[in-house]
């Protein structure tokens, strides 16, 4: 996938659904990874000419993983010239030495959002940009369907009433092969996750089942996405245009 391609995309979604206005101050959750680095990149790009005119700041949340290298990552915030802030916890250590969760996710997801929005509201930014893509909304559809028994993903814009804060997902269109890609062709700085639990959580389950039904059945995650977007969730935002 070429930048011009992801930058496509990404605006389709900024304006699909209104996720962007002049005078806003997006912050970036980096965490290292593939989708929120090519999210810095979609972001960036745009920002050089959408209409409505709005500043970046990119912010990774330090888990406290003593093997965890950002040095690449700042290299290319200061070469985007995007302010990067590093926020250093210690959830790591409370959620598998203190804790020892058998469960980490939740509360390590729980953790990591206070440390992230505290952040953000710093900084002064209005909007926190997360990197889900498609992949992600489906998945998480199926996970609310298996384990909850409702239909239901996380929607395009969400507000946090509490920190007064506004939650985007300009990658919504964009396939996790195509971001796979992006990173292949442009060389991303990715950094390995260095959590224990990466790759043995029930996304992942869902993630496999998903792989193994589009193989059966060519074609379904993206009939699943078509519903997840016509089907009237409650608090999704209505498309625009």
């Not at 496509?8 to 997006?26: C, F, L, V």
């Amino acid at each position: 996938m070429k930048l011009q391609q992801l930058m496509s995309q990404t605006r389709r979604a900024i304006d699909d659904y209104g996720m962007i206005h002049t005078g806003d101050k997006i912050a970036i959750g980096i965490s290292g990874g593939k989708d929120s680095l090519t999210l810095l990149y979609a972001l960036h790009g745009l920002q050089r000419f959408y209409p409505e005119k709005f500043d970046l700041e990119a912010i990774t949340v330090d888990l406290g993983n003593p093997d965890f290298d950002l040095s690449h990552i700042r290299h290319l915030c200061e070469t985007m010239q995007i302010p990067y802030t590093v926020v250093k916890t210690e959830i790591a250590q409370i959620v598998f030495e203190e804790r020892k969760e058998k469960n980490p996710c939740s509360l390590c997801a729980k953790m990591r959002k206070g440390a992230l929005n505290d952040a953000v509201k710093k900084l002064g930014c209005n909007k926190i940009a997360y990197a889900h893509h498609k992949d992600d909304i489906v998945e998480t559809m199926m996970m609310s369907l298996i384990y909850e028994g409702h239909f239901y993903s996380f929607p395009p814009i969400t507000h946090l009433d509490r920190t007064n804060l506004t939650v985007i997902r300009p990658l919504m269109y964009v396939s996790e092969a195509d971001v796979k890609g992006f990173c292949r062709k442009y060389q991303l700085p990715v950094v390995k996750s260095p959590c224990p639990a990466d790759g043995y959580t029930k996304r992942q389950y869902v993630k496999d089942l998903l792989r193994k039904l589009n193989l059966e059945n060519p074609g379904v995650k993206e009939r699943m996405f078509s519903a997840i977007i016509n089907g009237n969730i409650s608090d999704w935002t209505p498309r625009i245009r």
